[in-house]
Every structure is written in structure tokens, then in C-alpha cells.
């Protein structure tokens, strides 16, 4: 007899390798050594009539001719069936993709690979052999695929598991299967062990790494303890992150790793456990979660130390006195081709003289004057043993070109350039014993030939493929030119999910549009001020079009004046190189590439480039754009182009644009990912400033905006509504400007009246909501009820970011979560039936008896009724209170 087995808390990766193991070893039998995880029990429970599995009860060892082992080469998880690995009569072969810790026995073969998921080893070897599988068998082999890489995100994934799931959509897979168990919401018990881990989470500094240990105990099993782990690694912003639960008989200790550097592989290996350098797990028995903790906190040295200062910094130094003049720096600067020098004074690094303070200094004929005049004095500077990750972000943060590293009595010993870092991201003149931090990009800018046809064809989905040659064909039938262009184009060639479709037309984009929604359907919407129109489909998707338009600006951040022209000036007045990007779309030339301003170019080198030096003062709303896209992708501002952004601010042309457009804009940069990111870098270059009047308190208000984020990251795990996530932020924002600066910004944003309500009470009463909350005095439902009952539940989360206090925070998720769910069940109906006359005592009583509902006197209608007879019925006298009161 041949059987397959897997390990125990049996995973898709585990199952669907059994699965392909069945079609590889024909006869041989399934069985499961242990349990199954919660996704694979609640999928094999619905689908176990399509698998032939042998009870374990069953299995006679002696009988065992070979065994086929999948997904794991330790005995130890192996269950009951573990002592087989060791008998030398059985044939064992293993397929696996975990390194393996020990050597094999003779007897053993095995089939290892470091691939993201063992069943791509398994489907590389179906598919050498040409064996056919079905389209359910594909959907369940890709399940353990998109499983164990995270759907193919994780850093192990390799290209042999696109691969491999590349040919099983081929054979049929229906990813819409796999969404299902792979992206499942979390359940109450998951939710309940989500909490308690995040009430027990202690953060410890390790090698310079920021380390996470949290701990829960259940007295049931919870599955799911690895996604469970890594959601509350993400929403703390650590590095790493250790999760240790007791269930059951057992405690188990899950690592996640939240960055590439930090392999957690070996510090769960000391505890018994294996997995991959940023996933372990490990199952203790016979120790207390205490005794696990400590065990752990013993190994965490093992961490890997980050690459250091003084692993890359350049020495010795060349610096220049305070007393040079500016044109002396300027002579040595392009005698040694650097962009900047540090200045010292007796040896003690005072300042950094930059080529831009220089030119500056040159431009108003100021060469004569010293350096010590024109240098940056606020230096950031580091010390040898500063991990390169901090250095990182403080070139990214303070837009800085170099770091001068110190000693302890601030002699400089070294520097660091942008460009030694951009070379250690990238790979080039590393230290022998370190290997890059960073892969080169999450970008691969299409290669083309002058033509994007294979490339539409390869991206995008066949029905918007169709819909492009529809519009060309009938462009060029109508005698119109048309092109696709913009973010719709930028996106195709990265490789990034964009289907908001904008087209020019060289003449008349409404005239075109009106031909064109009698030849495809949908409704048609003009704007003949604008010379544009936006179609929308039968299935709901818009096409936005405009007339080929050059652009004339009154005066600075005014809207355009516009007139019809060719395409090329059109593209000219957009707002950076990379959103120039176009294709053609009539029928002879359909997909021909436009790129007259080099945006491929730009696009490949990761930079955001205007195209002139008037573009930030003309629409300064461009400013936040750039910051925008350069979070959102991971780019970098180009010189030049920050050097305009900056004149733009310093010279307020932000104070003259409209509040709305300015909202507009801000609410589309914080509801991306990276918001906080461009929100950080907004605030680096003074723009909120700018906008919001002078914060003072910058560290507290990124404080709060990230906690703001961290909450309704929790809401949305807790199942708790958001109406407008910008809003929420705005309000904290807002609570660090003054009055009138506030109540400006808010009538200008021209909002709903029940929203600029809403944010008027928020800024009125959360001062006093806070003096309460923060108070340790015990407060009851009703109480509670009564101070915060009357705020929105987007205005209670930038309440208790603004808080700052954990005290506030449990009080306010206690509301958010039970008590403003609790409601009465007696209505008026039930006070007429008892007597009473419509009038204001409807409303006392309904808001009494909700204030004893929740403080538990009472549970049911039945208890209600009793309540209000006992309190009310005996000052009633045909129909009215007798009580003076009433």
C-alpha cells in the first residue's frame, strides 16, 4: 500500500500536494495525520466527496510499501505517523520546500526546491509528464500556491510559482474560488484573539531592529494565528513580530517577519520549530507562556544585525572651513564633482554648504561672502553604529542629499551620500558580507517598439481591448483623431490595474462622443464649457473624453482658459513626464506610442519631472500630485522639479487656490496606502504649513495621524462603519490649527449641512468628551452613553487618537462595539396601550429605559413594560402625569 500524508494542522499548501500527489502516484491513498487548518476543514467538509482519503484509524503500518510525504521532512509533525520516517522497509519519498535541518536516512529520497509553495514542485513535475488535470483539480492546486506566497506577494515567491499557476489557470482554475478561502474575513474568535493580542503586545529593540512579543490564552483552539499575527505586525509598525498563545494543551509561538532583512527563521528553530525566514511557527508542549517567552526573548539575538554606518560611509572626509567663500566652494565643488561639503569650525562639524545654497549665493552676486552665512546649521547627523534603514528615512524625510557620520565628541568621521544609498538599494559595490536590502523596484516598465498592441492585448481584459478598437474604428470612420492617454497609459506599461480610460480628441470630443454612444449605447454627459464628456456604460464603466486643448493661466493658480490644438500640446500641458505617456487609437495605427517628453524614460528611472517652470505656479495643486505619486510608486522628485516646488510654497502660491480643490486634493492623497507617507513629506516641505497655518506641534500630529490610520485599520477588522475616512483625519489635522483658520477651511469645502455639523460639534465638544474620558473614575453604560452618544462614530476615532490614552481608547471601543448597538424594544404604541398621551414623556421614557437597558436592570420587552409600569404608571391620571414636573 502507498500513502500520501502531509503535517498536522494541515495547510492548502499541505492538502493540494497530496492532491497532486494522487495524479503523480496513482492508487496511492490520502490521509490526513492530524487535523486540518480551519480553511482547508471547511473546504475539504464541502468538497469531500471529490477526494479519496483513507481514515487514519485504518492504516495498518505493516502493510506500508511507500510513503509519499509532502510539505514538511520533520517526524515530529507527522503526528502518530511520524515513527515510519525512520523504518528503513518503507520507501519514503518527501517533496518539501522548507529547509531541511537534519541529514536524510539512505532510505529516504527527497525532491527540495526553495520555491514559495510545495505543490509548484508537484505541478512542474504533472506537467513534465503531460498529465491531464481538471479544472477543479487546478483550482485546488493553485489554492496551496496562492496560500503559502500570499498570493504571490510574499519575498520567498519565485518565478517557477507564477509559473505554476500560470499554467493551472490554463487548465481551468477559478481564482474566484481561491479569493474564498484565501481572503476570508476574520471570524469572532479570530477578532477576539486579535485583542487580546493587541492588549498584550510588548515591543523590544533587538540589533536595531523594532521587535513585537505578544501573548493570549484561549481555552479552545483558534486557527488562523500566522494572518492573525502578521495583520497586528502591520497595523504596529514593527519589524518583526511574535505571537504566543496557549491553546488547548499547548502553546503556540508564530514569527512573522515584516521586512526582507530580518530572517525570524533561526529564533524559532531554537524553540523546535522551522518555516521560512519571514514565517515560522512552532508548537510547545509542557510550558507555561511565561517560560516560552523567556525562552524566546534568549534567542532573539540570533536576529540578524543590520548593515551599519560604518559599513558603507565614505573616509576619510573632505570638509572646508566656515570661512571659505562662496566662490571658493563653488571652485572645489567642481574641482572634486561633489554636491556639497561639510563646514566645520576647529575640527566640530557646524554646518552643510550645498550646490544649491552655493548657486543661490552666486545668483545675487554674493561670492565674496563666507560659507558660514549660506550653510544648513539644522544637520542631521549619525553616529557608526546607525542601521542604514535610519539613515534611509532621514534623507527620505528631510529631503537631504548626505549624512555626516560622528563620534561621541561629534568629530566627523565619515558621510554618506544619497548616492550610497541608492547604490546599496540597487545592488552595486556592496560589502562582500551583506547582500542588498532592497530589490530594485516593485516596477517592470514594458518593453516595447514603438507599437503597445501586445501589450494591450497581454494586460488588459478583453472586453476594454474591445472597446478601444470600437473607438478607433469609429474615430477614424467619423474623421477624428483619437488617443488614449495619461494614468490609463502610465499604469499599462507598469504593470498596474487601471481602468479609467481618458481620451483626446484632436477637433471635437463632444461632437465624437455624441457619434460614438449611438454606435455603443450608454448615457452620454457633456460639459461644452470644458469642450469634455464622460460616457457611461451599460455595466457601469466611464470613458472620460476631451478635445485636444492648450491651456493659458490668467494669473497664478487661476483654472484654465482653454483652446483646441494637436495632441502634442496637449500631452505639454499636463502635469508631469510620466502622465504624458499616449497611444493611438485609430484603426491603421491603433496602438502606436506617443512619448514626446521622455516619460518612458522617467518611468523606467523611478522620477517625477514637470515638463516647465511656471507648472507648480500655475496649478500649485500640482505640488501635493507629486508628492502623491512619489509615495504611491515609490519615486523620487526630481531635482528641478523640487527646486519649483519649493519656490511655488515659499512664494504662497498654495494660500491662492480654492479650499475645495485643495481638499480635493488632500482627500485623494490620504486615501491611498501611502497617505501618511505623502502626509510626512507634505509636512517636511512646509505645505501644511502653508494650508493649515503654522502647526506647532508637528511630532504630535503625525502621532495622531498614525494612530488615526491604526484605528481604522481595528474598525475595519472589528466590522465598525467608516463614512468618510478623510474626514476623520481632517478633524485631527484641524484640532492642531486655530478657530478661524478651521472654520474657514470648512465653509470652504462647501460640505453637506449635516456634515459641517457634524465636524462643528466634533471641534465644540471633544475637549470636554476628552477631560471625561480620561478620568479613572468608573463610569457607568448610561454614563458613557451619555458623552459620547452624541458624536459620530467617524468624529470617536480622532477623538481617541487625539486622546493619546489607552483608557480613552477601551471606553471608546466599548461604545463603537456593544453599547451603541443596545436599543429598547418598547414603542409608543406600547406607552398608548398603557394609558399615556402622546407628548414629551414618550421621549423620557424611551430615553430612561435605554439608560436601564444598559446598565443591565433590565434585558427584555417583557422587563420594560414592568419598569415603566412601577416608575410611571402610578403618577398617570387619564393620560397625563400628575407629577408637577410634567
Not at 510608486?633 to 515659499?650: D, P, R, S, V, W
Not at 481604522?712 to 475616512?725: F, R, T
Request: with cysteine.
Amino acid at each position: 500500500m502507498d500513502i500520501i500524508i502531509t503535517h498536522t494542522n494541515t495547510d492548502f499548501d499541505g492538502f493540494a500536494s497530496m492532491v497532486a500527489c494522487t495524479k503523480l502516484y496513482p492508487g496511492a491513498k490520502m490521509v490526513f495525520p492530524g487535523k486540518l487548518n480551519k480553511n482547508v476543514k471547511e473546504f475539504y467538509s464541502l468538497h469531500k466527496d471529490s477526494f479519496d482519503v483513507m481514515e487514519l484509524s485504518k492504516i495498518n503500518p505493516e502493510k506500508i510499501k511507500r510513503l509519499i510525504i509532502v510539505d514538511t521532512s520533520s517526524s515530529k509533525r507527522l503526528g502518530s505517523l511520524g515513527p515510519l520516517l525512520s523504518n528503513e522497509n518503507i520507501q519514503v519519498i518527501i517533496y518539501d520546500h522548507h529547509p531541511v535541518n537534519e541529514e536524510l536516512m539512505p532510505h529516504i529520497k527527497g525532491v527540495f526546491a526553495q520555491v514559495g509553495a510545495t505543490v509548484t514542485i508537484l505541478v512542474e513535475a504533472m506537467k513534465e509528464r503531460e498529465i491531464k488535470i481538471t479544472p477543479f483539480e487546478a483550482t485546488v492546486l493553485a489554492l496551496g500556491i496562492y496560500e503559502d506566497t500570499g498570493s504571490l506577494t510574499y519575498p520567498s515567491t519565485t518565478v517557477r510559482d507564477v509559473n505554476a499557476v500560470s499554467y493551472l489557470l490554463q487548465q481551468g482554475a477559478k481564482l474566484s474560488l481561491v479569493g474564498e478561502y484565501i481572503s476570508k474575513p476574520l471570524n469572532q474568535g479570530q477578532r477576539e484573539l486579535l485583542n487580546k493580542l493587541m492588549d498584550n503586545i510588548e515591543h523590544l529593540k533587538v540589533n536595531n531592529w523594532n521587535i513585537a512579543i505578544t501573548t493570549a490564552y484561549f481555552d479552545d483552539f483558534i486557527g488562523g494565528i500566522g494572518e492573525i499575527t502578521k495583520k497586528l505586525g502591520n497595523i504596529d509598525n514593527v519589524d518583526a513580530i511574535f505571537s504566543v498563545v496557549y491553546m488547548v494543551d499547548r502553546v503556540h509561538v508564530v514569527g512573522r517577519s515584516l521586512k526582507t532583512e530580518v530572517s525570524i527563521l533561526e529564533c524559532i528553530q531554537k524553540l523546535g520549530g522551522n518555516g521560512h525566514k519571514m514565517a515560522a511557527a512552532v508548537t510547545i508542549k509542557g510550558k507555561s507562556v511565561d517560560e516560552v517567552v523567556n525562552l524566546l526573548k534568549e534567542n532573539l539575538h540570533l536576529l540578524p544585525s543590520p548593515l551599519l554606518a560604518r559599513d558603507i560611509m565614505t573616509k576619510p572626509v573632505k570638509t572646508i572651513p566656515s570661512t571659505v567663500t562662496i566662490e571658493e566652494a563653488n571652485r572645489l565643488m567642481l574641482r572634486y564633482g561633489h554636491t556639497g561639503f561639510p563646514v566645520v569650525e576647529e575640527g566640530k562639524l557646524v554646518g552643510i554648504i550645498s550646490r544649491r545654497d552655493v548657486d543661490k549665493a552666486i545668483h545675487h552676486k554674493l561670492g565674496h561672502s563666507p560659507v558660514k552665512g549660506f550653510m544648513s546649521r539644522n544637520i542631521v547627523k549619525v553616529k557608526e553604529n546607525t542601521s542604514i534603514s535610519e539613515i534611509q528615512r532621514a534623507l527620505i524625510q528631510k529631503d537631504i542629499g548626505r549624512v555626516p557620520v560622528v563620534d561621541d565628541n561629534d568629530n566627523i568621521i565619515g558621510i554618506i551620500t544619497r548616492t550610497d544609498i541608492l547604490k546599496l538599494i540597487h545592488g552595486e559595490e556592496l560589502p562582500r558580507w551583506h547582500k542588498p536590502l532592497y530589490s530594485p523596484g516593485e516596477y517592470n516598465v514594458a518593453q516595447i517598439n514603438g507599437n503597445l498592441t501586445n501589450l494591450i492585448n497581454s494586460r488588459l481584459p478583453k472586453k476594454v481591448q474591445g472597446l478601444l478598437l470600437l473607438i478607433g474604428q469609429k474615430a477614424q470612420k467619423e474623421g477624428y483623431k483619437a488617443y488614449a492617454i495619461g494614468g490609463f497609459v502610465r499604469d499599462l506599461l507598469l504593470g498596474v490595474e487601471n481602468l479609467d480610460i481618458d481620451i483626446v480628441v484632436e477637433e471635437n470630443a463632444i461632437s465624437f462622443a455624441e457619434k460614438l454612444v449611438k454606435y455603443i449605447g450608454g448615457n452620454l454627459k457633456t460639459y461644452p464649457n470644458f469642450g469634455t464628456a464622460t460616457l457611461t456604460l451599460k455595466d457601469g464603466s466611464k470613458i472620460d473624453f476631451a478635445t485636444a486643448r492648450m491651456e493659458f493661466y490668467p494669473f497664478p493658480a487661476a483654472l484654465p482658459e482653454v483652446e483646441e490644438t494637436t495632441i502634442k500640446h496637449d500631452l505639454y500641458r499636463r502635469d508631469f513626464t510620466i502622465n504624458t505617456l499616449g497611444f493611438k487609437l485609430n484603426s491603421p495605427v491603433f496602438g502606436d506610442f506617443l512619448d514626446f517628453f521622455n516619460g518612458k524614460k522617467d518611468l523606467e528611472d523611478g522620477i517625477i519631472r514637470v515638463l516647465y517652470n511656471l507648472s507648480f505656479v500655475e496649478d500649485p495643486t500640482r505640488i501635493l500630485r507629486a508628492i502623491r505619486f512619489e509615495a504611491r510608486y515609490g519615486f523620487k522628485i526630481e531635482e528641478q522639479t523640487l527646486a519649483f516646488m519649493e519656490n511655488a510654497i515659499n512664494n504662497n502660491m498654495l494660500e491662492e487656490v480654492k479650499v475645495g480643490r485643495m481638499a480635493d486634493e488632500l482627500k485623494l492623497m490620504l486615501s491611498e496606502k501611502t497617505g501618511l507617507t505623502s502626509f510626512k513629506r507634505a509636512m517636511d516641505l512646509g505645505i501644511i504649513d502653508k494650508i493649515f497655518g503654522e502647526i506647532e506641534d508637528k511630532d504630535r500630529l503625525l502621532k495622531e495621524m498614525e494612530t488615526v490610520n491604526n484605528l481604522m485599520e481595528i474598525c475595519q477588522v472589528k466590522g465598525i462603519s467608516i463614512d468618510e475616512p478623510f474626514l476623520v483625519y481632517l478633524r485631527v489635522i484641524l484640532s492642531h490649527c486655530r478657530e478661524h483658520i478651521r472654520i474657514k477651511f470648512l465653509k470652504g469645502m462647501n460640505l453637506e449641512k449635516n456634515l459641517y455639523d457634524d465636524l462643528m460639534y466634533f471641534f465644540e465638544e471633544y475637549k470636554g468628551a476628552l477631560e471625561k474620558l480620561r478620568n479613572p473614575k468608573f463610569y457607568s453604560p448610561s454614563e458613557l452613553v451619555e458623552i459620547l452618544g452624541d458624536f459620530s462614530h467617524d468624529s470617536l476615532i480622532p477623538l481617541t487618537a487625539i486622546s493619546g490614552s489607552n483608557l480613552v481608547k477601551r471606553r471608546v471601543f466599548l461604545y463603537l462595539e456593544e453599547l451603541s448597538k443596545v436599543s429598547i424594544e418598547t414603542k409608543g404604541e406600547d406607552l398608548l396601550e398603557l394609558g399615556f398621551k402622546p407628548g414629551p414623556i414618550f421621549s423620557e421614557i424611551m430615553e430612561n429605559l435605554r439608560k436601564e437597558k444598559l446598565d443591565g436592570n433590565i434585558s427584555n420587552k417583557e422587563e420594560e413594560i414592568i419598569w415603566v409600569k412601577s416608575h410611571y404608571l402610578p403618577k398617570l391620571k387619564d393620560g397625563v402625569m400628575t407629577d408637577e414636573r410634567y
